[in-house]
């Protein structure tokens, strides 16, 4: 398994311990400053489970999380949709940038008119690129997730006025955050696009399919564009149970790290076609390194989750089953997706990248 690491984010690391990541490895006032300077409004953000804060919980079938022990360490242990114990890097990074504390889903009942200049999540766990990935989980598809953006815009313009409005999309940072759920809960589980691509042909048809959204979003005011790469999906602890194995199975992390490559390349030429400025969030390094280097970043389980065995539960199968006694030592909440703390230090990361990409 490749493993990237910069020495910037080693020397973060290495201050995590007592105090919250944030207040150690992050200068929240210095960020914010190079927000103002750079008029950022909010963020939008796109994509599955690893940025959903419950807009499935308004979707009947599609894959939910509103129940305990998800949101055992968020407020008061209240579970909102999120999958994990606590709050998501997008929620850290709208608090870094001195938004808000959590970013409200656009389908949350309690959402209120003011929350809407704070920045929403349109995101739907289960979705991914491929729309097929999207209908076999019920889920929003990309397409969906851009007509709530539509519908935003709409919102927002009754709530400050047209030019108000189109000044806060073309101020906005959007985030994208999927296609993991395209390779595991898709192409390597599922026949179809098996039979109808190989896996170098797949990546390059869900690029295919993540330019066209950005086409989208570009039409409907976005300037600034940050995408999550995929993490090393063959470390999560379901695959490490399914396949029988007690390590990071490396071909499905070489198709990941691949796919992050493309999705880089990809990066340059909207920049060069649409003029959208950009950065790249790479969350496969930064997982793969506390997986390999857990004790730096304070972790001392890689290889399970928190909930139940931490081996194969996660959604409705973690419902109502028994947690590790502190999840701060885990970097997986269930044997899919990563604790509070691992999403932390994953918004250090993506604040490094944003302002050194689009705010310098």
């Keep these: ?211 066209r959204a950005v086409k989208a979003m570009h039409y409907l005011g976005a300037r600034r564009l940050a995408i999550v790469g995929v993490p090393p999906f063959g470390c999560m602890p379901i695959v490490e149970t399914l396949d029988d194995e007690s390590q990071c199975d490396d071909e499905y992390n070489q198709v990941a790290f691949s796919f992050n490559s493309k999705i880089k390349q990809t990066l340059a030429t909207l920049k060069a076609t649409l003029g959208i400025q950009n950065a790249y969030i790479d969350i496969y390094s930064v997982i793969a390194s506390a997986i390999k280097n857990p004790k730096i970043y304070g972790f001392k389980e890689t290889s399970k989750g928190c909930c139940g065995t931490g081996l194969v539960e996660y959604g409705d199968t973690c419902r109502g089953m028994s947690t590790c006694a502190n999840p701060t030592e885990y970097v997986f909440w269930d044997a899919v997706h990563p604790t509070e703390k691992m999403y932390e230090i994953v918004a250090v990361e993506a604040l490094k990248s944003i302002s050194e990409n689009m705010l310098n």
């Design 1 to 211: 398994m490749r493993v990237v690491m910069t020495m910037v984010l080693v020397v973060l690391v290495l201050l995590v311990a007592a105090m919250p990541i944030f207040s150690q490895a992050m200068d929240i006032h210095q960020m914010r400053q190079i927000a103002a300077k750079n008029n950022v409004t909010c963020i939008l953000v796109f994509g599955d489970s690893s940025v959903d804060p419950g807009n499935n919980n308004r979707i009947p079938l599609a894959p939910k999380s509103n129940f305990p022990p998800y949101g055992k360490d968020l407020f008061h242990g209240h579970p909102t949709g999120r999958f994990t114990n606590g709050r998501l890097a997008t929620d850290f990074i709208a608090e870094a940038f001195g938004y808000t504390n959590v970013i409200r889903g656009f389908l949350d009942s309690n959402m209120e008119k003011v929350d809407l200049l704070h920045g929403v999540s349109f995101a739907s766990s289960g979705s991914g690129y491929d729309e097929l990935t999207t209908n076999l989980s019920n889920s929003l598809s990309v397409s969906k997730q851009l007509e709530y953006l539509r519908h935003y815009k709409i919102h927002l313009r009754e709530l400050v006025g047209e030019v108000k409005a189109e000044e806060i999309i073309r101020n906005a940072i959007f985030v994208i955050s999927m296609g993991t759920n395209d390779f595991l809960q898709n192409y390597f589980t599922e026949t179809t696009r098996r039979k109808q691509f190989t896996v170098d042909q797949y990546q390059n048809y869900l690029i295919s399919s993540m330019f």
